[in-house]
């Protein structure tokens, strides 16, 4: 099932972040497919408030790789843009997924094993402040 | 007493050896400081690969180590403590530091003390400058940080700002990718920002709240009030995001997007407009990391201000800061370069401050990735 909501602002996208949080549980994987500054890690904002951990506590993992928040659940922030797909298989991601926490992975295209059973979250810059979100979970 | 240090948070092994003077103004001194650097690795890849990183610093860490001991003239027998990073960071990276410190002390019955890695960033200007004029508004701006610290007593570090989106080095690394100008980009940009005209492009400043005028009370513990703390707070996401509709504008849309998405960087821009850009973009993110900091020095009543990480480096942030620091009669510090970049000698200055303050920690300590400080 695919859901689309339009927002209109940051704060929009990340409470977009937030409902969806409501519906997830330990072990579920959401990826992320959008460009620089589509609101990937407003999103994530959002999922970790929603999740009960401190939204002040989300940043960018570009650098970090892979960031930690601590809510109802670990909510494990990833973000692959400065990796190359190779890189990616040897990072243990799968480890991670396979664990109790929820992974939210930004630039997940560039994870080739990632797997089938997740929340794909797309999103897409219509103009300067508006997005285009895609939320599907992978079933009919 | 001799302590080495050691630091693998991220893409260097690093090691160093920080020596005791007695001497409480200048408290230590930097016998040797070796950094492993992988800028010539991670360039080819346009980033710090982690895999790649946790592998390398397998490889090295014995070999840097050695030379650190080599280069301050002295064997293993000479030193009387060991000081590792525990994070925060990559923790397969930590976890090769942590483990080589821990087997280290407990094969050599020496102290091992865990450090965090911004206290080091701190401490690298007192290793550098002497012990700073207390309190201290202390910035560390690096490509995965960027943080205000309160230093109101030594050894005591209170955040009072952070980024709450992209670091300002990861602004800097992802704009230069947008402008095609390589790995790392902070050098990059500061060199064509010298070219360009700063007031060309009239990128939009990331104001978190509405200007006040009135100048807010400092609490009792020299903690700002939750409304003025988040205030201090950094934003850079969002000049990232102008740039790239900027450079999309003018390139007429798809290079851009696909220099974002993928290592390819095709964006062909005049070099005078790329230049242009820099400069303007680099004007917005002095003014945001230097308007909070000075802000900040001036609510909380600090006599100096430290300036620390590797985007300390940049040319108009020391220029700039030095300035206000002039006019505003304070103080700045400033690392020199070789500190300012991740290094094991500003691991061994908090990791001696920690020892002198709270004694050794048991050696059950893990790497933590997600570390506060």
């Not at chain 1, 298989?89 to 997940?108: F, P, R, S, T, Y």
């Not at chain 2, 490509?143 to 709450?164: K, M, N, Q």
């Amino acid at each position: 099932m695919t859901e689309e909501i339009r927002t209109s602002s940051e704060d929009e996208t990340a409470a977009a972040g937030e409902r969806l949080a409501a519906s997830l549980n330990p072990g579920d994987v959401v990826l992320l497919y959008g460009d620089l500054g589509a609101g990937k890690t407003a999103f994530v904002r959002g999922l970790a408030r929603g999740l009960g951990a401190p939204p002040e506590d989300v940043s960018s993992p570009t650098f970090t790789i892979v960031q930690e928040y601590h809510g109802r659940a670990t909510l494990y922030h990833v973000d692959l843009y400065r990796l190359e797909p190779a890189e990616v298989d040897d990072l243990g991601l799968d480890e991670l997924v396979c664990g109790d926490g929820i992974v939210a992975i930004e630039w997940a295209e560039r994870w080739r094993g990632r797997p089938d059973d997740v929340i794909e979250v797309a999103l897409e810059s219509i103009d300067d402040e508006q997005r285009l979100i895609r939320i599907s979970d992978g079933k009919a | 007493m001799n302590l080495l240090a050691i630091e693998t948070s991220c893409d260097e092994t690093a090691a160093a050896v920080i020596a005791e003077t007695g001497d409480s103004a200048r408290p230590w001194a930097l016998r040797s400081n070796i950094v492993a650097s992988q800028v010539a690795i991670h360039r080819e890849w346009g980033g710090v690969v982690p895999e790649l990183a946790s592998r390398q610093h397998v490889r090295d860490i014995c070999g840097v180590v050695e030379a650190a001991l080599s280069a301050a003239d002295m064997t293993l027998d000479d030193a009387g403590a060991l000081a590792v990073t525990q994070g925060p960071g990559l923790v397969g990276s930590l976890l090769v530091g942590v483990a080589f410190a821990k087997a280290l002390a407990w094969s050599r019955g020496l102290p091992v003390v865990p450090v965090h890695h911004l206290a080091g960033h701190i401490e690298s200007l007192t290793l550098a400058h002497g012990e700073l004029p207390l309190p201290a508004a202390v910035l560390v701006v690096s490509g995965g940080h960027t943080s205000l610290y309160l230093v109101p007593a030594p050894g005591e570090y209170r955040l009072i700002g952070r980024t709450r989106d992209d670091a300002a080095g990861e602004a800097y690394d992802k704009v230069a990718k947008l402008l095609g100008l390589g790995y790392p980009g902070g050098p990059a940009i500061d060199r064509m920002a010298r070219e360009g005209n700063d007031r060309a492009v009239d990128f939009p400043v990331a104001r978190l709240t509405h200007a006040d005028r009135n100048r807010p009370r400092a609490t009792a513990d020299g903690l700002l009030p939750p409304d003025v703390a988040r205030r201090l707070d950094f934003s850079f996401s969002g000049l990232k995001t102008a740039v790239l509709r900027l450079v999309r504008e003018r390139t007429g849309g798809v290079a851009a997007g696909k220099a974002a998405a993928s290592d390819a960087s095709g964006v062909t821009l005049p070099p005078g407009d790329v230049a242009d850009i820099c400069a303007s973009f680099q004007r917005v993110v002095v003014d945001a990391l230097l308007d909070r900091t000075f802000e900040a020095a001036g609510w909380l009543g600090a006599r100096s201000i430290g300036i620390a990480g590797g985007v300390s480096a940049n040319s108009r942030l020391r220029a700039e800061a030095d300035a206000r620091g002039r006019r505003h009669l304070i103080p700045v510090f400033v690392p020199p370069l070789a500190l300012s970049t991740d290094n094991a000698a500003m691991i061994g200055a908090a990791g001696l401050r920690r020892l002198r303050s709270r004694g050794p920690g048991p050696l059950d300590f893990n790497a933590e990735a997600g570390l506060t400080l």
